[in-house]
């Protein structure tokens, strides 16, 4: 997968680890304990105990799922040095083919662990022995992340090794030269304690403590013949993936949700501001349509009275006033009269525009067409007519109505 390139080495692996060596004899079966722990550059032994025939880890390696490494060691262990071409690299298969020709693989756990010169170890045990540790592990439903077998475990040690001649194992005396084993040989006397990079540990720990640190440091010591034992390591290495994938994928969400809320809540302050804007801004732009509306409408009735029109009033009133006979008595005179054929629903009194009504008194027709022909002459008349003429003995209403309308 693309994501296991992005994942790095130390997000793998569990900072803590759980080593358990089992030791067959003719008793049964002793178990030591061994926990580590990474803290930071320093490296810590935070527990260790010894059972027998019965596995019961401690609560806090259960409860905290620590992965487990098994080291299988003691009766049923065959271990053999072999050396190893210097031209090309040699499968397990190959070097089991060469060394244990005999064998029947399908009955038995081998492994091989190199070292860098150009010799080998080869470990072997009945799948028996692998199957009721990994059996007994899993009923306590712990992660088993690897399992190794005999005493070239101690290789996971070779880090850390570089003073040392002999390392005591819980069974063996481990020769080295040049920082390889040289030899496995049988416990030797008055070997009880370890001591490396501070830490002080027995023997019984010694293979515990190298399995833990192969697993804490991801150095891969062995290789495997049994498909069932790399199947192991992959599914803690998967399970590990998965879970740095998922909080990985858990972060990007919460990353993204706390850069939503980032952007909403600033989006809704910027949002509330402009619609306090839009309202103030609505408001005066509601109270300009009034004052528009309004303009508008009066303007409309200025409009129809006349009043905007750059008629001379007083100048046509002179001029109408000129030409008045003396027969005639003007008693009323209107400009832009009212309308008052006007049938619209509107309240608004609406006027004649440029019309004007003359209402007076004359007992004589004839001077009253004269009059007319007269006003007719006038430059800004446009049209003029008699509306009614009718006679009155006592004079009191005028008995002419003449309408003139302006150019």
């Not at 006033?321 to 619209?344: H, M, R, W």
């Not at 006003?375 to 003449?402: A, G, H, R, T």
Request: aromatic share 8%.
């Amino acid at each position: 997968m693309i994501f296991d390139k992005l994942i790095p080495k130390q997000f793998l692996v569990k900072q803590e680890v759980c080593a358990v060596e089992a030791l067959f004899d003719e008793a049964g079966i002793t178990y030591h304990i061994t926990l580590l722990k990474n803290k930071g550059k320093n490296l810590e032994l935070i527990y260790k105990q010894t059972t027998k025939d019965k596995l019961d880890l401690p609560k806090k390696i259960i409860k905290s799922k620590l992965p487990v490494v098994v080291i299988i060691n003691g009766k049923g262990v065959v271990t053999k040095k072999i050396g190893l071409s210097n031209e090309a690299h040699q499968s397990i298969d190959n070097l089991i083919e060469q060394n244990l020709p005999t064998v029947n693989k399908n009955e038995l756990n081998i492994q091989v662990f190199r070292q860098s010169d150009h010799t080998a170890f080869l470990s072997l045990c009945r799948k028996e022995q692998v199957d009721s540790v990994v059996s007994d592990l899993k009923v306590q439903k712990v992660d088993v992340a690897n399992v190794l077998i005999g005493a070239p475990a101690i290789l996971g040690l070779q880090p850390l090794w570089s003073s040392f001649n002999c390392l005591p194992t819980s069974l063996h005396s481990v020769e080295l030269n040049n920082g390889a084993i040289e030899s496995i040989q049988s416990l030797k006397p008055n070997e009880d304690k370890l001591k490396l990079e501070g830490i002080e540990f027995e023997k019984e720990n010694s293979l515990g403590f190298a399995a833990g640190l192969s697993y804490l440091m991801q150095n891969k010591i062995n290789e495997n013949s049994n498909a069932a034992i790399d199947d192991l390591e992959l599914k803690h290495s998967e399970k590990n993936k998965f879970k740095v994938l998922t909080l990985f994928c858990v972060a990007i969400a919460f990353i993204i949700a706390i850069t939503n809320v980032v952007f909403y809540t600033s989006y809704f302050e910027e949002n509330s501001k402009l619609e306090t804007e839009l309202s103030v801004y609505q408001g005066k732009n509601d109270e300009i349509n009034k004052l528009l509306s309004d303009y508008k409408s009066k303007k409309d009735l200025i409009e129809g009275a006349g009043v905007l029109n750059r008629n001379k009033l007083s100048e046509y009133a002179d001029k109408i006033g000129a030409t008045i006979p003396e027969e005639v008595v003007l008693s009323q005179l209107y400009f832009n009269p009212k309308n008052e054929n006007d049938e619209s629903d509107d309240s608004l009194t609406t006027f004649e525009n440029k019309h004007l009504v003359i209402k007076g008194n004359c007992n004589k027709s004839l001077i009253v067409n004269e009059w007319l022909n007269i006003l007719k002459m006038q430059k800004f008349v446009k049209e003029v007519s008699l509306e009614k003429f009718s006679y009155n003995k006592e004079k009191i209403l005028p008995n002419f109505e003449i309408r003139l309308i302006t150019n």
